[in-house]
């Protein structure tokens, strides 16, 4: 025999759970940030082989996984199995003839929190995977993420070695105008092809000049989408930290000045004494490169 599971999110078809992220997960070693602080539900399907091929599906379960912020479902797993121990009938203390109300209880509870009612079409799906007869029955398999080798001594020297001098690789290319910026792009992608030995980095510091030119071209232009930003800054011996941000995505430069008019006048009763309320314009590559440095960092 063998079982195979399968994930249904809210939106699109169901994915294959590998049997490695299965293990990871059930252990606590594995996560999936993707459905972090979510209820997913889980249908497994238990197959039995004929030389070593599924040949008829012994059973079917639903369940239903809470993944916690981190995406683990390890504090999940453990409240089903409490509840269904707690669920399992004993006999009462007073006879041994009854069987207490109390598991009954904690048998509904089970069945409302951690199962679902799967509908045939969703039962059709998974057999379609498992015996498929076009190349479109194939469901995707969802593996987790990548995990995090331990940090040795040597690596950590070797990047901060290596990284002590990044910060002045953005200031320089900051610097340059536009005929420089396209000069210093083509040239360093001249040198990728012509020194192998470092030719990503020089693909590398390309990519930020081209990044670079195209933010420029639209300050200058005032074309493209742009973002209006307000953000509340609370400050604190000197340091500020923003608690809030409100955004609006526009057409031009102009619409986005008149956007961030009507945030600051919605948002001006925010400002206190230790508090700022603060307007900026971002072009659409400086907010996407601002929305992805938020998101790693929280």
Not at 77 to 86: F, I, N, S, T
Not at 260 to 282: C, G, I, W
Request: glycine content about 6%; charged content about 30%; aromatic content about 8%.
């Amino acid at each position: 025999m063998t079982s195979r599971h399968y994930l249904f999110p809210d939106e699109g078809d169901p994915v294959r759970i590998s049997l490695e992220l299965l293990n990871g997960l059930i252990s606590g070693r594995d996560a999936l940030p993707q459905y972090a602080g979510t209820r997913q539900r889980v249908l497994g399907v238990i197959l039995d082989l004929e030389d070593g091929k599924p040949s008829r599906v012994a059973h079917t379960e639903t369940g239903i996984w809470i993944f916690d912020e981190d995406g683990r479902i390890s504090s999940g797993l453990q409240r089903a199995v409490a509840l269904a121990m707690d669920s399992m009938p004993r006999p009462s203390r007073h006879s041994s003839t009854v069987v207490e109300l109390h598991p009954r209880a904690s048998e509904r509870m089970f069945e409302k929190e951690f199962r679902w009612q799967a509908e045939k079409s969703d039962i059709d799906r998974v057999l379609a995977d498992i015996w498929p007869k076009q190349k479109a029955d194939r469901l995707g398999t969802i593996r987790g993420s990548k995990r995090k080798p331990p940090l040795s001594f040597d690596a950590r020297h070797a990047l901060n070695e290596i990284s002590d001098a990044f910060w002045k690789i953005p200031l320089a290319i900051e610097r340059l105008k536009e005929p420089s910026q396209k000069a210093f792009g083509y040239e360093a992608r001249l040198r990728a092809e012509s020194d192998p030995d470092f030719g990503p980095l020089y693909r590398a510091i390309a990519d930020m000049s081209d990044w670079q030119l195209d933010v420029q071209k639209r300050r200058r232009t005032g074309k493209g989408v742009w973002y209006a930003v307000v953000e509340v800054m609370a400050w604190h011996d000197g340091v500020g930290e923003a608690v809030a941000r409100y955004h609006q995505r526009c057409n031009s430069r102009k619409e986005a000045v008149l956007a961030a008019r009507a945030l600051l006048s919605e948002h001006a009763a925010k400002f206190d004494d230790d508090r700022t309320v603060e307007a900026m314009l971002l072009t659409e590559p400086e907010w996407e490169k601002q929305s992805s440095d938020d998101l790693g960092s929280s």
